[in-house]
């Protein structure tokens, strides 16, 4: 077996793996590069290998840093099959339409720009939405949870719930010939365990190799219910200011989570019953229709709520803004409202407007529920940023900036180590997709087996 690593490698996003095994050649999910204008670049770039020659992509979740670069795949020569759970499946297709939907977009705008600056060469979009109908056609087989899925002659993939977003797995691949066995488990992203709406990780038992993601290996989570709390107070506080409330948002459970935690403010008086919620986005309004449909990845307590007639994702005053028009109403409103949009780390999408009129505001507050990668507008502004670039405009950030980071998707450095733990028989584990401090912190942690942090490009034999 050789292992070799090709994304989200001393890094967070742009996942990417690829496991050759018995003449076959697997490609653990093939992620969008975010951040940076420089990593943004490295989408285009060749890939380093041949896409041709991979059979299968086995995909963890619907988050574009594990799936937004496989129309590119497709396009460049990917025939094999493309194999996730149901909800994955379902999640990955608005995803990628919206993504080549947003490149076609930008780039009708820099054509436009160019022209005006005489410019000749004109840009050309990563994907477009053919290319993002061309590559769903290779999605093949559903996977579920915990169900063996035979991939060749001694080779087979089980994926078990990974508890991050609906649909998410960690996938352990096993290869079996000459009378031994071998097994090589990538963790996707491990959610956090508590949380409302789905349930916590599933520990896939044994592995000898563990590919394992360490996004905040260095850090601990506040506790949901404190986390909860905190933005009860922060909403609270804008209102009593006469501001709004801005929330970036990934569409892909964060929406949905937060609209919970909403509705039970309103229910349990934490939050005035007249708040206007905006929900600008029409990929999490389609991504909460399918949170809807796929209960077996709930948690029981809302798998009983939606089937007694409540709808715990609904708000009293909740707007869905899927028409432009809609959102740019939403600017009128000078305080009062929660305003939920993407995409989370504000790199681009309807959050920016946003922030655009809600930033120089000390009334208003923006407030962060997830991560925000190095080089990203999110990042700024929770660095301290006194100013940020925003369509062409330099504006100040004068309004409460607040950072909760109990509502994260993913697992902290005490949940990643019980995680790690439970499953017997390691030898040796690859950290992948996190910055190198919080890398390295976690890998001090990591005790009983052999710990590598690879490089971008780097392979191994196992």
Not at 27 to 36: A, E, H, K, P, T
Not at 51 to 60: E, F, G, N, Q, S
Not at 213 to 242: K, M, P, Q, V
Request: hydrophobic letters at 40%; a negative charge; charged letters at 25%.
């Amino acid at each position: 077996m050789k292992l070799s690593f090709h994304g989200a490698d001393r890094a967070v996003t742009g996942s990417c793996h690829l496991l050759e095994c018995l003449d076959r050649r697997i490609l653990i999910d093939c992620g969008m590069f975010q951040g940076s204008r420089e990593l943004a670049d490295e989408n285009g770039a060749a890939f380093d290998f041949d896409p041709a020659a991979i059979d299968y992509v086995l995909l963890t979740h619907a988050h574009l840093d594990h799936c937004g670069r496989l129309p590119l795949f497709a396009k460049r020569g990917f025939r094999g099959e493309v194999i996730a759970t149901s909800a994955t499946r379902e999640l990955t297709r608005l995803v990628l339409v919206d993504a080549a939907h947003l490149q076609e977009e930008e780039t009708r705008r820099q054509v436009h720009q160019g022209k005006r600056r005489g410019e000749e060469d004109a840009p050309r979009p990563l994907y477009t939405i053919v290319d993002t109908l061309n590559c769903l056609d290779r999605f093949g087989r559903t996977a579920e949870y915990e169900e063996v899925v035979e991939l060749a002659p001694g080779l087979r993939a089980t994926f078990f719930d990974a508890g991050h977003i609906l649909g998410s797995a960690s996938i352990r691949i096993e290869v079996s010939g000459g009378g031994t066995s071998r097994s090589v488990l990538f963790s996707g992203d491990i959610g956090s365990s508590g949380h409302p709406l789905l349930r916590s990780p599933a520990p896939p038992g044994r592995a000898d190799f563990i590919i394992m993601e360490s996004t905040y290996g260095d850090r601990l989570h506040r506790s949901f219910g404190d986390s909860t709390e905190e933005l009860y107070e922060a909403i609270s506080n804008a209102f009593a200011r006469g501001g709004n409330v801005v929330i970036p948002t990934f569409a892909l459970e964060r929406a949905q989570e937060i609209l919970y935690v909403l509705h039970q403010g309103v229910e349990r008086s934490r939050l005035p019953p007249a708040a206007q919620v905006f929900l600008d986005s029409p990929m999490a309004i389609s991504a909460t229709e399918i949170f809807q449909r796929h209960t077996e990845c709930l948690d029981p307590d809302a798998v009983r709520m939606f089937r007694q007639g409540q709808d715990p994702l609904h708000v009293q005053n909740l707007h869905m803004a899927r028409e432009t028009a809609d959102s740019i109403a939403i600017n009128r409103i000078t305080g009062g409202a929660i305003i939920m949009a993407g995409s989370g780390m504000c790199t681009g999408g309807r959050i920016r407007h946003h922030l655009r009129q809600n930033l120089w505001r000390r009334e208003s507050a923006v407030i962060f529920v997830g991560f925000a990668a190095s080089g990203t507008l999110a990042r700024q502004i929770i660095d301290g940023a006194h100013y940020v670039r925003l369509f062409d405009e330099d504006i100040p950030v004068r309004s409460s900036i607040h950072t909760i980071n109990g509502f994260s998707a993913h697992a902290d450095q005490r949940e990643l180590l019980a995680w790690h733990g439970r499953i017997t028989g390691c030898e040796r584990t690859f950290l992948v997709h996190g910055e190198e401090p919080a890398m390295k912190e976690l890998a001090d942690h990591l005790h009983g087996c052999r710990v590598d942090i690879p490089r971008l490009g780097e392979g191994y034999d196992l």
